[in-house]
């Protein structure tokens, strides 16, 4: 998948990328409305792409039943509709008509429809942002059947939505197209080293911002993530970076609650009110901060943030 | 391009339920049998009376439909999801047209029995009404394509009402304004004229030129529709 380089005011605004879709994968980009339309305006062919967008209607004064024997007819496919109700959980809906069901359910059914999309990508913008969490984990799992067969990319603005069901997720804004690290991996294994305890109080994190020198106090800051292998200091949802290394970091903060939660990110126990757990082996933390946050929480790391919890 | 008969019955079935369970729609479907009622007693003093019937519920029924059945489908986005699916342009159409066909042919021949028209020549009658039908709903997609939303698409109807079903009435000034002596060859104008041929006396000429006119319209309007409904499509 191929997107041109879009200039706004002679300024770049959207860099050039190339993605390299494998089966068997599904990639997110994180990114804002503008930059949205026009990654979705690039992709105009209909024979490689079926693209589900934000405003997607439905057959209103269909049942549910109805809309899928009919999307079953229209593209031709092969499968009896009970089945397929069973499959998408929605046996007991199955006379309801469409207008009638609440809206997270609405959407979830609007979405059924890149499920009969017979091209090799599917393109979704903002899936799962007007579903609530049970139809998330339905669509989650159809998505993930999906992509056995298909590539799929989600464009959404929430760094929540595309944790959910991506295996690759990029970041695009005005710095540029950048892949964050969510990789869970295990075997990274970080040099302990002793720590000077006297300095510990006297603790204030450097952090640059536009040329200016600014300094937290560690119970300030919500999380710290590594991103392309420099250093982002998450306070009150802006971003400032720093010079040290995410180790360093750790270290540093260890005695003000922080907890090294995946191999790319520091996040302030203090501050994280929720664990959710996505599947079995996927999990993330919410924080209790003005904006939502969410930060990944790798497999490894549940046990030793559940002893120290005393959960 | 290819045209699949299952697709096309899909949208047909679909269509139907949609149609006939949005009741603030599907109420056009009795003004043709109001306006046959209302005009019966006019009947006899008044000549262009069947005409006026059914010239007007052409559009306030068959082009209303069409172009709302297309409206709706651009309100929800859902033609666009539609266009990615392996239903072709003609699908869609075919689909939705032959609800319309079926519905106007069904409504106008209860309205033209409550009338009481007396056929002069029953096979000519068949044969314009056939193409009188795929002409409004040529029209009728017209409309529709050029309005976002059912709203616009009600409004829409206003321009081909005012023309097709005003034009018998404004050939009968063309002695005080020449120019519109065009409006006699409006399909709506020829089919007054087929409607007042009596029993006696007629001959096939009479007969044939109401209809090759009708035909003509018929053909330039379908095709006008399909080439615009795939220009507009692509852009979508």
């Known amino acids: 998948m191929q997107f041109q380089p879009v200039y706004d005011d002679g300024e770049l605004f959207l860099p050039k990328i190339e993605l390299n879709m494998t089966g068997n994968q599904s990639i997110g980009i994180i990114t804002d409305l503008k930059r949205k339309q ?91 942002f007007y579903l609530e969490e049970q139809d998330r984990r339905h669509l989650k799992r159809i998505l ?88 982002l200091v998450h306070v009150d949802g802006e971003n400032y970076d720093c010079a040290l290394t995410l180790t360093e970091l750790e270290q540093r903060l260890l005695n003000f609650g922080f907890f090294r939660c995946h191999r790319s990110y520091l996040v302030n126990l203090q501050k994280v009110r929720e664990i959710i757990t996505w599947t079995k082996n996927s999990y993330s933390l919410r924080l209790n901060t003005g904006k939502d946050a969410v930060v990944p929480l790798s497999r490894s790391k549940l046990h030793e943030l559940k002893a120290l919890l005393n959960l | 391009m290819s045209i699949s008969m299952k697709r096309a019955q899909a949208i047909f079935v679909k269509d139907y339920k949609e149609f006939s369970r949005n009741y603030g729609i599907s109420i056009i479907l009795i003004f043709p049998i109001i306006l046959a009622v209302l005009f019966r007693s ?91 039908i795929i002409l409004y709903i040529a029209a009728g997609t017209i409309c529709g394509l050029f309005s976002k939303t059912l709203l616009e698409a009600s409004l829409s109807i206003m321009p081909v009402a005012i023309v097709f079903t005003g034009a018998p009435g404004g050939a009968l000034l063309v002695k005080d304004y020449p120019i519109f002596k065009v409006l006699d ?25 109401p209809l090759l006119v009708i035909l003509a319209w018929t053909v330039v309007l379908t095709i006008v529709a399909v080439g615009l409904y795939q220009r507009r499509l692509k852009d979508e």
């Not at chain 1, 929430?158 to 970041?171: F, Q, T, V």
Request: charged fraction near 25%; aromatic fraction near 10%.
């Open chain 1, 38 to 128: 026009l990654l979705l305006n690039q992709l105009p062919d209909r024979s490689q792409y079926y693209i589900f967008r934000a405003g997607q209607n439905e057959y209103m004064r269909l049942t549910v039943e109805e809309l899928i024997t009919f999307l079953i007819k229209v593209t031709e496919r092969n499968e009896r509709a009970d089945l397929l109700m069973d499959y998408f959980a929605l046996k007991e809906e199955r006379k309801v008509q469409i207008k009638d069901l609440s809206s997270s359910r609405r959407m979830y059914v609007t979405l059924l429809r890149v499920f009969f999309a017979h091209q090799p990508a599917l393109v979704l913008e903002e899936p799962y």
């Open chain 2, 42 to 132: 006019a009947g006899a003093s008044l000549p262009g009376a069947f005409g006026l019937v059914l010239n007007g519920s052409f559009v306030t029924l068959t082009c209303l439909a069409q172009a709302c059945l297309i409206a709706e489908e651009k309100e929800r986005n859902t033609l666009r999801s539609l266009m990615m699916t392996p239903a072709t342009t003609m699908d869609v159409l075919i689909g939705k047209s032959a609800l319309v066909f079926v519905m106007s042919a069904t409504v106008l021949a209860i309205s033209t029995y409550l009338f009481g028209y007396e056929l002069a020549n029953i096979w000519a009658f068949v044969a314009v009404m056939f193409l009188s």
């Open chain 1, 144 to 231: 993930d059947d999906l992509s056995k067969e298909k590539q799929i990319l989600i464009l959404t603005s929430n760094l929540e939505d595309a944790l959910i069901s991506c295996d690759a997720i990029y970041r695009l804004n005005e710095s540029g197209f950048l892949q964050l690290d969510i990789r869970d991996s295990e075997e990274d294994k970080q040099e302990v080293q002793e720590q000077d305890r006297a300095n510990i109080t006297l603790q204030k994190i450097y952090t640059k911002r536009n040329d200016k020198v600014i300094l937290f106090n560690p119970p300030e800051i919500d999380f710290i993530e590594s991103v392309d292998g420099s250093i």
């Open chain 2, 185 to 209: 060859y409006m399909p709506s104008s020829q089919l007054v004229h087929l409607l007042n041929i009596r029993h006696i006396g007629y001959t096939t000429g009479d007969l044939l030129k």
